[in-house]
């Protein structure tokens, strides 16, 4: 759950104690968030103090009253405003009051509640401002996003699809046209053309929804113990066509029989998948690869080995890069997005904190080791 810090600003002991009753425990949720939002209340009786712990400590939602001892609520919702601190303020104020409500909401405060209110009110009240402060961040954030990396991906984005597509185009018009001849065979070198760049659109559009879906996935979300051997065996499976068509041998070696691990099985499959299926492509005809999980003490690790083409020591530093692809003779020719290893990274760094790392030899075969520690330093669970 995610915690906001209140801030409970009023003279009344009464009010400040009734709000603090009713929102302990409570909790918000909306149909798009997987988290619920949960609320950490503070509670000041003047302006001074409520101006105190806006700028030393800030704070997420400001209950404000009016009319205070010393300084008045206006006055620190002007305050707010003028060095633009980002959270949102709901006015409490008395029905004599309404006019003076209205013209705080004018000023910047998102809304009002009126005392004296029930408790359905108030909740109704902070649902709303929850609701609002959760999408008015999340916008800015949006906003503030990084250009040079916005503009990066569209230019992939752009070459990777458009190119492939302005090509399939140019062979069906071609096979309209019975230019290369009358006969289905005429045509077979430009069909499977076709599809191997439909096939490199596709990995593209996957690894673009994993890269979106693991951005936007919170933390240890939804872990549960999973037999992670069986996943392998699953990814093995899903590339098995393409290991048969290079008569590659791919092999599953698990110590114990069957590893379980505390995660989620989705960024787990990613990991496999994405692994497997590269030390397939990226290996010579008649090769071999070899994943190997091993269950210690402190962490569950991952290896899968290949006999490929493998890495130069210059291209390993940018492999786990977004968009980053070795581009050679020997790799000109296998499509991709460039974004499987970076989504690991990801997956393996920041959701698990854990360790990726790459041992290659050219022309002799290639190394990737994941270690997964079995007690998340922020989850606090085991395997």
Request: glycine share 6%; aromatic share 6%; charged share 30%.
């Amino acid at each position: 759950m995610a915690k906001l810090r209140v801030l409970i600003v009023d003279d009344e002991p009464g009010i400040c104690s009734g709000i603090s009753r009713i929102l302990s425990g409570y909790s918000v949720s909306f149909p798009f968030l997987e988290e619920e939002f949960t609320y950490d209340i503070r509670e000041v009786g003047t302006g001074e103090e409520a101006l105190e712990i806006i700028d030393r400590e800030r704070a997420d939602i400001i209950l404000l009253d009016n009319k205070l001892p010393g300084v008045y609520g206006i006055d620190v919702l002007e305050h707010i405003n003028k060095k633009q601190i980002d959270c949102s303020v709901m006015m409490i104020t008395s029905y004599a009051s309404l006019d003076l409500a209205i013209k705080a909401t004018n000023n910047g405060a998102y809304n009002f509640v009126p005392k004296p209110f029930t408790p359905l009110e108030l909740k109704t009240a902070m649902e709303s401002i929850t609701k609002h402060l959760y999408l008015r961040r999340m916008t800015r954030d949006l906003k503030s996003e990084d250009k040079q990396i916005r503009n990066q991906f569209l230019s992939v984005l752009s070459h990777e699809l458009k190119l492939p597509l302005s090509a399939i185009e140019g062979y069906l018009r071609i096979m309209k046209d019975r230019m290369a001849g009358e006969t289905i065979e005429a045509y077979d070198d430009m069909v499977n053309r076709s599809l191997e760049r439909i096939k490199g659109m596709r990995l593209l559009i996957s690894d673009l929804l994993d890269l979106t879906r693991i951005e936007s996935d919170k933390k240890s979300s939804n872990r549960k113990k999973i037999n992670i051997t069986e996943i392998a065996f699953t990814s093995k499976e899903i590339v098995s066509p393409m290991a048969a068509q290079k008569k590659v041998n791919v092999i599953i070696d698990s110590d114990p029989a069957h590893v379980f691990y505390l995660g989620e099985r989705e960024q787990i499959e990613i990991i496999f998948n994405n692994l497997i299926s590269n030390a397939v492509k990226y290996n010579r005809d008649n090769g071999e690869v070899r994943c190997i999980l091993k269950e210690f003490q402190d962490n569950v690790t991952i290896a899968v080995s290949d006999t490929g083409i493998g890495i130069s020591e210059d291209d390993i530093p940018s492999l786990f890069q977004e968009f980053v692809r070795i581009k050679n003779d020997k790799t000109r020719k296998i499509s991709g997005s460039g974004l499987g290893l970076s989504i690991i990274r990801k997956i393996v760094e920041d959701k698990y904190t854990g360790k990726i790392s790459v041992k290659s030899v050219p022309d002799e075969g290639t190394v990737f080791l994941v270690e997964l520690p079995k007690h998340d330093r922020d989850s606090g669970s085991g395997a």
